[in-house]
């Protein structure tokens, strides 16, 4: 058995590794933290998990927790996930952090987006991005994952092949993201109690989200020099899920079939990859609480745009769903394993 | 491998047996009913389902399913599903029957409820009520199995020990129970239309709800006697999940503590069953997407009135989970197998 | 123009204050008070209520404002409004106070629900109980006026003929309510986050809703004696609305349609009271954005027990639009000024 | 009083319009007709308009309705509206359709995009299209309104002055629109059904929505010459509601400042447009219920884009309120009549 440690198991990414990880049969759950729930038990805070019996929060020390996993799982807020990361990287651990501390390559891009100081840029090296489709031979041999974000995910999938084959004017590209309110995170405040959200849809962050220079960069790595794209962010009155429609002027006079056998040439053999057939476009209900990423795509005739229609679950394939798909690639687990449920639906 | 094949596979409890089995590694889905859909895949009706990828909904003839498998699930509308039940059963299948046509052991009483004549009122005595937590012996040997209601579900698991026990009086047994819009199946009616539902709730089918003998069947086979109810059943804005609040004067001066502990005695070694500490009580979201049933009780000093509140899932523990749960048991697989996913939370 | 003040804007009772005062031609808003918004724009709190261009928040001083209106509106929390109102009322000045602070008018029973000490009892008896459908004659004269609780409002109105005429055993109500989230005001708790809330429904203060002293005293006085209930309140995911379940044995055979017409008798001439016909049962969207409240009844045949369901919008009639019919009232306005909008629907 | 009658008010634009005109003190509804419902009282059908007490839907016949208004509000299915419009139209009737029959001036385009004829070809130049802050001098003298659809208003409202003075790239446009789910009308459809729509969202009708040629007709006369767009539309988990983020390449170097300042200088005197000032965003809870248009705008400085976001209730701007306001304009009464209410927030 793998013995797992979750550092930050009270917010909603950190729940969700509890929630994956009870039907995993390979790993243990060795010890969770939370500096607001420390000392109470999880099945308190959740009782949803109730079969974590006995297991309780604890206060995140890394003198005390550094030898007791194999692998740990930060689902930290950005910022603190650095040193964390950074001292069991140090003691050998396998790392697997959902924070953005180590997805920028860039530390000074990453310091003016974040407006926080990177302590660690030499790890920045170290770090592989997590996302398997694009990366999973580095993920095999990696110690320090940098898993990737919600939007990120959403959009670096069905662009990748596009953008690798230079089909599309990397200057034309705008997206148009919309997210359930679990990503803005479990935290008191006004701005996302349910009446403030519920029968509300907004734009926010308009230009100047966080995810854009990690899109922009992983965009960047497949076209082969660098991208500013447009994006923008929605708030969605729902839990779970990200839709992401994106726009780009084409190269070439591709159909949408033709667009379609791109996807599907470049995802055949991904186990979470899905790539509708022509008509058909995806909703986040074909992804509630499942690892699957759905594609569909049109061509626009009159416009000779090609439009792409992507849906993630962003606590799933998002954030903590792809954390244990790496953690399964890293330790040659089967990658589908604890993984496999299909869509709540309805 | 168990051959299972489905009657009934486009509403929400048949689309939820194929969701459910699809992560149950001894069973092999070899056919699916549609009558709207027959002769189209069913990953292109539910693309959720992409895995069932070749499988196509068919035309429902007896003649032609009758060998192809070993256990069936109708998932039919009452009063359709008697005579499907029945030349399976004749024809030595066992039958895991989701409607109500098998449920309500007086065929006059189902005839006055459900305004439908009862064809095959012989076959009521060979029919099991699959509620595990009452009937696991008798499933264990059943050949027809009348899976239970949704709302009886939530209703008969909390009151059981205290009717059993005569803790309470009959006569003062009041239920007030709210359900996901999932409950009402799926179908073209305006007033199930989402602009309809949304910011609405609103009781309906007051003092006439059909599930109102087989609870008072059940209830009275627990107390001895017959048992006459008050059921008002109310429709909520969300997908799944019913939560019964239940109102008993008793006969015993009990404490919230001693009525938690009836229910732990009851309870203690059923999978499903949580009963929650003093001070909680449970919500919805604890099951959703689960087959468990979470109960919470308080016993009112200013009214000596017990108060039970009880959550499941309509769709799992109140359908299709319970449904396989019982072919479980009467396989003799391990009676969780395929249903210990924990609530999809948020 | 009547002058308007009022002290606490920013909540949810105060911002519909804010919104249905906008539309009445006889009054102006001369202030708004907000501790924590001080200084800023209503507007910019609230940019759907732009037409308060210039009005901005300010501080709570009472010797400030104390000359500045005729009438005071105070949505201030339980505990805090006690002060403002009994200053206001010594300088002579009309008050209604939202909170549950002169309610109850048994200082006791208060202190013992509401865990604070009351330091104005002379007032209680001053205070009138702005249920202008039971109290109207008095409302004319009052100074202060003690604005029902939302839920206590959706009780009283359905039961009270009941009561007065003693068709009911006192002893056997059971009171199942449901609101919406606003109800639980605007503050920044993770349990109100739209997360925890959305897809959820559960019970909350079983058998200790401070709603219960509340309800108790007006049923006693419609009775002639004292009552005792059990009340169970439910959280909703919707915005706005509560819908109650009322269950009472009868002491008189009566039928739905007899008790449909005990309704229509004591409420034909009220403008926002809706009794609705033998077959139809209210749901929140008849009331929602409106002071209405709907009243629907059956009488189980099976168990002779008297169910009234009502509805209203917790913050109109529940709470900010009853305030507005009670100042309407005590000016001598048309009391339906400013409060004869139909329901939002969907 | 005016004497209106609805053609068609058993669907969410015709009864928006009966809730509407409820508050309405210059007119009187003389008729709404209704196939389905013909000879039912309209507060049977539609329980929260009880003060339309005697009002009873009826059957459409010309003949019978013609000379009974002054003016008819067509809430029909586009293609049926034609022949009611015209014959109405020859009796010398004002009338409003809020269907798209007359909104393309180019007979060829509907019948392209609508796959139905258009019989009445000769009457397009007649029509007037209803949106006042363009055409409310036309308006003013107009017998025939052809009101604009839902998305085309807020859409059209943003860019109108930046395509008028020629400040951004006409063909670098694109549209990314979300709709409540009002927008698909009343009928009984799965996929309209609650749990189909709820804890979902997708995009619809890529690249072929049929509002895109009224959008390209009234931006290309904007701007002086044709215009083709990408217009991407969702589908929004509420009730009510349409938000339109709108990207352009910018000609000029406009700052955010700038582009705000031609919005407001374009508006300055609309009743019912508000320009967001810098920083703020607007949002689906600002305009529910209401005949407003929010409007907020960024311009990315990374990409040189114009970032317009518009918001609007499609049931009041986008249909049934707007039609009330074309009317108020040909009848010489205060335009903002009947349609000042503000939010309805939470």
């Known amino acids: 058995m793998l013995k797992v440690f979750i550092c930050g198991g009270s917010g909603y990414t950190g729940s969700e590794l509890l929630r994956i990880l009870a039907l995993h049969d390979e790993v243990e759950i060795v010890g969770v933290t939370s500096e607001k729930s420390a000392g109470i038990k ?14 309780k929060f604890e206060s995140l020390q890394i003198e005390k927790i550094k030898s007791r996993a194999d692998v740990y799982f930060l689902a930290l807020p950005h910022g603190k996930s650095q040193q964390v990361a950074a001292e069991l990287f140090q ?21 003016q987006w974040y407006k926080t100081q990177h302590l660690y840029p030499e790890l920045l090296k170290e770090a592989v ?3 398997p489709e694009i990366y999973r031979e580095q993920i095999k041999k990696a110690t320090l994952i940098a898993n990737p974000g919600c939007y990120p995910t ?34 008191a405040e006004i701005s996302l109690n349910y009446c403030e959200v519920n029968e509300d849809f907004r734009a926010y962050n308009v230009a100047k989200h966080r995810h854009t220079p990690e899109i922009e960069q992983e965009l960047g790595f497949a076209f082969g020099s660098s991208i500013t794209i447009d994006f923008t962010t929605h708030l969605l009155p729902l839990n779970r899920g990200i839709l992401s429609t ?13 667009a379609i056998e791109i996807l599907r040439q470049q995802y055949q053999n991904e186990p979470f990859i899905q790539i509708l057939p022509e008509g058909e476009i995806p909703g986040i209900k074909h992804v509630k609480g499942t690892n699957y990423c759905y594609i569909g795509t049109v061509v626009n005739p009159r416009t000779k745009r090609l439009i792409l229609v992507s849906a993630i679950d962003n606590l799933v394939k998002g954030a903590s769903g792809q954390a244990v798909q790496n953690m399964n690639i890293m330790f040659g687990i089967d990658e589908t394993k604890a993984l496999r449920s299909l869509a709540l639906s309805p």
Chains 1, 2, 3, 4 share one sequence.
């Open 42 to 55: 999880v099945s308190e805070i959740f009782p949803a998990f109730f079969i974590y019996k006995e297991l």
């Open 91 to 111: 003691a050998g651990k396998k790392v697997i952090d959902l924070s953005a501390d180590f997805r920028i390559k860039n530390a000074s891009i990453y310091e």
């Open 129 to 131: 991005y997590g996302l």
């Open 154 to 187: 959403s959009v670096i999938l069905p662009l990748y092949p596009f953008l690798k084959n230079k089909l599309i004017e990397a200057s034309t590209i705008i997206i148009d993201s919309c997210s359930g309110v679990s990503g803005a995170g479990r935290k």
């Open 246 to 258: 994106i726009y780009a002027s084409m190269n070439k006079d591709l159909s949408t079939a033709d």
